[in-house]
């Protein structure tokens, strides 16, 4: 073989080689940096002693005096903030205690807000109508509240203290003893 010719097959190979290790470079780059990235993410489990994050949501019932529910504005007051589905059977079991609490809870200074996780609002207006709810029951539409409070199982209930702070977690129904026992424990005093 001649010179030229084992020169040209040096020269693919290297070139090859060179090819080879920049595509192997970039993705290991691409690798290093999603995760990079993916460790800085908030993956913060909200627990007792924390303060409540702040949100705004639209309510669906429009027989309450609020229009929209922002927690920061409820500040003063003891907070039930509950996260349900209507397709959630042990969320459709708390429901009836909820609101027969509620009057009651009300008066003492604590508001219940049931963030309904649902993708219509027909189906939210049905279950409303279906058990006679008058707490707020704002709509999360595109789930980013409960990705915020960093929800697990439904239904889940955030207790929160008149000065914004978590008290308690409860991911499952309450019972009505067990969801006045939480209440007495976020009412103003």
């Not at 080689?17 to 800085?40: E, M, P």
């Not at 994050?53 to 639209?58: E, G, I, N, R, Y």
Request: proline share 6%; hydrophobic share 40%.
């Amino acid at each position: 073989m001649s010179t030229k010719k084992k020169g040209t097959k040096r020269n693919k190979k290297r070139n090859r080689l060179i090819f080879r290790t920049a595509i192997l470079a970039v993705l290991v780059g691409a690798l290093v940096f999603a995760v990079v990235n993916n460790l800085k993410e908030d993956n913060t489990v909200y627990r007792a002693g924390d303060p409540a994050p702040d949100f705004k949501l639209q309510q669906v019932n429009e027989n309450n005096e609020l229009e929209s529910v922002q927690l920061s504005e409820l500040e003063g007051k003891g907070v039930m903030l509950n996260f349900w589905a209507t397709w959630c059977d042990p969320c459709e079991e708390e429901m009836p205690y909820m609101e027969a609490l509620y009057p009651e809870y009300k008066d003492k200074g604590i508001e219940i807000v049931a963030v309904a996780l649902d993708t219509t609002e027909l189906r939210i207006h049905r279950f409303i109508d279906q058990y006679g709810l008058t707490f707020p029951i704002p709509h999360d539409k595109s789930g980013e509240i409960r990705d915020l409070y960093k929800v697990g199982p439904i239904p889940s209930t955030f207790f929160i203290n008149p000065e914004g702070e978590i008290e308690d977690v409860v991911n499952g129904a309450l019972t009505l003893e067990l969801l006045e026992d939480y209440l007495q424990d976020i009412q103003p005093e």
